[in-house]
């Protein structure tokens, strides 16, 4: 377990497939090895991000190292009725179409054995009540790089509540964004990076 963290945090992706694969055939649950092999390694690489010890390029390789292990586990975990416990749903908010970092916290997220549902960019407080209703999510993720469209964030909180979703956390994140916007509009959470994004989910599903 602990090579095949080292192996994700180092983004072997070769590595991490054959251990994966070796664990597998010992007998090894694939629960197990995602919880004590795979998410281990994305959140030491998390942290890692968080202190600049590494930088964006290290984070997509050990990402894709994390992707393809996950690859063989999932139709095993499908198959036994194991779902991740929680969904986020993820997205770029109306008129902003800037992605990298909303796709760093989907890939962290995954790595913290969350589902993640990725809307994508320009979307709209309708596609995000739509996309809760449909998935039963626990967590809205919202993204924006421009001032201009930060307002957006606030509409798509009211359409959520307004729909009824007042139990639904709402975590905003950012480069223009602030944790005193955050409160201003609404929002359960604030997360000034990726790993922090992470850290946040966690605790607003565990409140």
């Not at 997509?60 to 929680?86: D, F, N, Q, W």
């Not at 924006?144 to 729909?163: E, G, N, Q």
């Amino acid at each position: 377990m602990q090579q095949l963290t080292e192996a994700v945090e180092m983004g072997n992706l070769t590595d991490a497939k054959r251990l994966t694969d070796e664990l597998l055939k010992a007998g090894k649950a694939p629960l197990e090895i995602v919880e004590q092999g795979l998410s281990p390694g994305m959140a030491n690489v998390g942290e890692k991000f968080k202190s600049n010890q590494i930088f964006v390029p290290e984070m997509l390789i050990a990402a894709r190292a994390m992707k393809e292990a996950m690859s063989h586990l999932e139709p095993l975990l499908v198959r036994a009725g194991i779902t991740p416990k929680y969904t986020v749903i993820l997205g770029t908010v109306q008129g902003d179409l800037h992605d990298i970092g909303k796709n760093l916290v989907g890939m962290l997220l995954k790595g913290a054995n969350i589902r993640v549902v990725d809307l994508g960019i320009n979307v709209t407080p309708d596609q995000f009540v739509a996309a809760v209703k449909e998935h039963n999510a626990s967590i809205v993720g919202l993204s924006a790089l421009l001032t201009t469209t930060m307002l957006a964030m606030k509409t798509t909180i009211k359409a959520l509540r307004a729909a009824g979703y007042d139990s639904v956390k709402v975590l905003i994140g950012g480069a223009p964004v602030t944790a005193q916007f955050a409160e201003e509009i609404g929002a359960d959470g604030y997360a000034p990076d990726a790993a922090s994004a992470v850290d946040m989910a966690k605790k607003l599903v565990t409140a």
